[in-house]
């Protein structure tokens, strides 16, 4: 089943960091979410057009471990790349592998400003765990 991505998050404080909680159907979604959270606080998203398109593969030990691994990857590609990433779409998801597809554009200074700069993505209590009406996700920026 493919996932794509939707606003459906909300943040919180937590000390000095920036927590994030995310929801989905199903885990997939939920991942889409946080994957687009982490961006939506970082950058104004609507400015970001899709231009390039980016196959990628993370690996955890569980499903914390994966959630905590693909938004650094993430978060990577922006820091280390330069990408903006827009759009995620989920291809395969299991307990301790994720593919998908990412999209966005390189950072561009005249038409992309910074909102809030996340430094990591923290172990600090993680969490992903199926609720009655789907998933729920916790994850700890360090900002």
């Given amino acids: 089943m493919v996932h794509r991505s939707h606003r ?28 687009f959270a982490l961006f939506d606080i970082m950058y104004d998203t609507e400015a970001v057009a899709v231009r390039v398109w980016r196959d990628m593969a993370v690996e955890g030990s569980d499903r914390e471990d994966l959630l905590v691994n693909f938004l650094r990857e993430l978060l990577y590609l922006c820091n280390g ?5 827009k759009e995620f779409i989920m291809l395969r998801f299991g307990d301790h592998r994720l593919e998908g597809t990412v999209g ?15 430094k990591a ?6 969490r992903v765990e199926e609720t009655g ?6 994850v700890i920026f360090d900002v």
């Fill in 8 to 35: 459906n998050y909300i943040l919180f404080d937590h000390t000095a960091d920036l927590g994030l909680e995310v929801y989905g159907d199903d885990e997939g979604e939920l991942f889409c979410n946080a994957a």
């Fill in 81 to 85: 790349e330069g990408l903006l990433l």
């Fill in 104 to 118: 966005g554009e390189r950072y561009d200074p005249d038409r992309h400003r910074l909102h809030q700069e996340i």
């Fill in 121 to 126: 993505v923290t172990y600090h209590q993680v």
């Fill in 133 to 138: 009406g789907g998933w729920k996700g916790r």
